[in-house]
């Protein structure tokens, strides 16, 4: 089981970015997935997430109105379309896998890719 997570980079305020988590495993629609993201000397945090057959989805209070998660079962990824990006999005996110029902708890998913950077300069 692996989750690949890709997209991430330098981009100025008011940019847009769009991560990428493809996962090795079939069926990926019986996994709940999510979207953490961690900055220097700060805890893991909460950003998105989608249930497995994408009907119900969920944001932070940070994000909301310019974050968009997303998936396709059947190329097995998920996505994260991060628009108006800020200074205070600069972080290594982080994407994540759970079966069953959808969670904001990062210590409740299972299955982790390995992070990519987001960096919003000002």
């Known amino acids: 089981v692996q989750l690949q997570a890709s997209g991430g980079g330098l981009v100025q305020a008011g940019g847009s970015l769009r991560l990428s988590c493809a996962a090795s495993?079939?069926?990926?629609?019986?996994?709940?997935v999510g979207w953490f993201r961690q900055a220097p000397g700060k805890e893991r945090d909460f950003v998105a997430y989608?249930?497995?057959?994408?009907?119900?989805?969920y944001y932070a209070d940070s994000v909301k109105g310019r974050f968009t998660i997303s998936r396709d079962n059947a190329k097995n990824t998920m996505y994260l379309q991060m628009n108006s990006l800020k200074p205070e999005d600069t972080a290594v996110y982080y994407c994540?896998?759970?079966?069953?029902?959808?969670?904001?708890?990062?210590?409740?998913?299972?299955?982790w890719g390995q992070g990519t950077q987001v960096t919003v300069s000002s």
């Open positions: 989608i249930s497995g057959s994408g009907g119900n989805k």
């Open positions: 994540a896998a759970r079966q069953g029902r959808t969670m904001t708890i990062a210590t409740m998913y299972g299955y």
């Open positions: 495993w079939l069926p990926f629609s019986n996994y709940a």
